[in-house]
T-cell receptor, first 117, second 112 residues
Framework: GAGVSQSPRYKVAKRGQDVALRCDPI?????LFWYQQALGQGPEFLTY????????KSGLPSDRFFAERPEGSVSTLKIQRTQQEDSAVYLC???????????????FGPGTRLTVT | KQEVTQIPAALSVPEGENLVLNCSFT??????LQWFRQDPGKGLTSLLL?????REQTSGRLNASLDKSSGRSTLYIAASQPGDSATYLC???????????FGKGITLSVRP
């Protein structure tokens, strides 16, 4: 594919359900980021992967949030026991180079809009 | 903690007008600053990146300036077009090991 893809694009979950959001980064991109964007807000950093290593998870809001990238390509963000405050757009971005070596351009996916009812 | 502010939240201008979008940040010790564009239902697209040692960057009709000492950046859009309608976000990177901190964005509407 030409860009970062995310699935599903929309997800409605009942409070208490677990959800899994998928990100397919651009092939060959080393860095992968997850962001949470609440309505009317800017994106907030959640976590960062360099290949399969999760180097920064300081933005994950609680231990209900878990992210993985086991083979250094596709990543999954899992939210357990969803709450209404988890409702947001979850954005994934990837970049070619490691983040700590400079500021490689981040290419964003279209996001997954999660609504918790 | 770095805070990034963008005011106003929304702006409407007639086509052809030159305009300035403002961004302010509280901690002047930044690594770089980026301006992004976000279209409804889509992800972000990076427009311009200014390193901390730079004063401005230009791309086509866009010009971004950075004044670290005063904690401000502006995005200048020349001869605005309806296709420029989108939300513009400013993001600051505090250091080489630091994540991006975003403002809430300015939603721009350019009227034909």
């Amino acid at each position: 594919g030409a860009g970062v893809s995310q699935s599903p694009r929309y997800k409605v979950a009942k409070r208490g359900q677990d959800v899994a959001l998928r990100c397919d980064p651009i092939s060959g991109h080393v860095s992968l980021f997850w962001y949470q964007q609440a309505l009317g807000q800017g994106p907030e950093f959640l976590t960062y992967f360099q290949n399969e290593a999760q180097l920064d998870k300081s933005g994950l809001p609680s231990d209900r949030f878990f992210a993985e990238r086991p083979e250094g390509s596709v990543s999954t963000l899992k939210i357990q026991r969803t709450q209404q405050e988890d409702s947001a757009v979850y954005l994934c971005a990837s970049s070619l180079a490691p983040y700590l070596t400079g500021t490689p351009v981040q290419y964003f996916g279209p996001g997954t809009r999660l609504t918790v009812t | 903690k770095q805070e990034v502010t963008q005011i106003p939240a929304a702006l409407s201008v007639p086509e052809g007008e030159n305009l300035v979008l403002n961004c302010s940040f509280t901690d002047s010790a930044i690594y770089n600053l980026q301006w992004f564009r976000q279209d409804p239902g889509k992800g972000l697209t990076s427009l311009l990146l200014i390193q901390s040692s730079q004063r401005e960057q230009t791309s086509g009709r866009l010009n971004a300036s950075l004044d670290k000492s005063s904690g401000r950046s502006t995005l200048y859009i020349a001869a605005s077009q309806p296709g420029d309608s989108a939300t513009y976000l400013c993001a600051v990177r505090g250091g080489a090991n630091s994540k991006l901190t975003f403002g809430k964005g300015i939603t721009l509407s350019v009227r034909p």
